[in-house]
């Protein structure tokens, strides 16, 4: 479940949003005070906050600019305040988003289910980069040390494959049945081939392989 904090001080809006967001496997702990707002973000894990900029004791632009300097948390702004001022601000000093009242609930959802998949996209991409072999989901390139591979594509396809099934044991009938580039009448041996390429353009030394291993009587194993 989605787990979002909202600092609100219009209590019946903030009742509104919360019963909408949770149709949707979104929590909400709504907050109208934004001390109350930056305690909870340091004791507590939040997904994404959703931020009103008219608040008492503080105004949200200077919340917002708190937050940021605690966590990165995705932060969406939602205020009646319309001014492009207050829109260009907000964005500067972190905001995600800017989503001026009033607006359709449904709306709200579609922001933050946009914000969600961006960062959860480029933290999948920051984990992969940092292994020595990746692959990259938008350029649909294989990379070694940050240098693209030279492949063709059923050698593409199998190191794809087994860079999906990264530590699982792949089987040779396995790549023949799920690889595209590779011919449904293919042999092992031809299976056998094309990974012994893959293996010279990664460097891999056959007899003690860094990235392909050979699992005896069952197919191979790579690890990233």
Do not use: W
């Not at 081939?193 to 891999?204: A, E, F, N, T």
């Amino acid at each position: 479940m989605v787990k979002v904090l909202m600092i609100e001080d219009d209590e019946e809006l903030a009742e509104i949003l919360t019963e909408y967001l949770q149709r949707f496997n979104i929590e909400v702990e709504s907050v109208p005070d934004p001390f109350v707002g930056l305690s909870e973000l340091e004791t507590k894990r939040f997904d994404l906050v959703i931020l009103d900029l008219t608040l008492p004791g503080m105004d949200g632009l200077e919340v917002c600019e708190q937050i940021r300097k605690q966590t990165d948390v995705p932060i969406i702004i939602s205020s009646a305040r319309n001014d492009i001022t207050d829109k260009i601000i907000g964005l500067e000093k972190g905001a995600d988003d800017y989503l001026p009242k009033p607006y359709d609930p449904r709306e709200l959802v579609a922001r933050i289910k946009t914000i969600l998949r961006r960062i959860g996209r480029e933290k999948a991409e920051d984990e992969g980069k940092k292994s020595d072999l990746y692959l990259d989901e938008t350029t649909k390139m294989i990379y070694l040390h940050g240098e693209p591979l030279n492949l063709t594509a059923a050698e593409y396809g199998i190191l794809a494959y087994l860079l999906e099934h990264a530590n699982e044991v792949v089987s040779r009938e396995d790549l023949i049945y799920n690889v595209d580039a590779v011919h449904e009448e293919s042999s092992l041996k031809s299976i056998d081939v094309i990974i012994s390429r893959i293996r010279h353009k990664l460097g891999d030394n056959p007899k003690n392989p860094r990235f392909i291993r050979s699992v005896r009587g069952l197919g191979y194993r790579l690890t990233p």
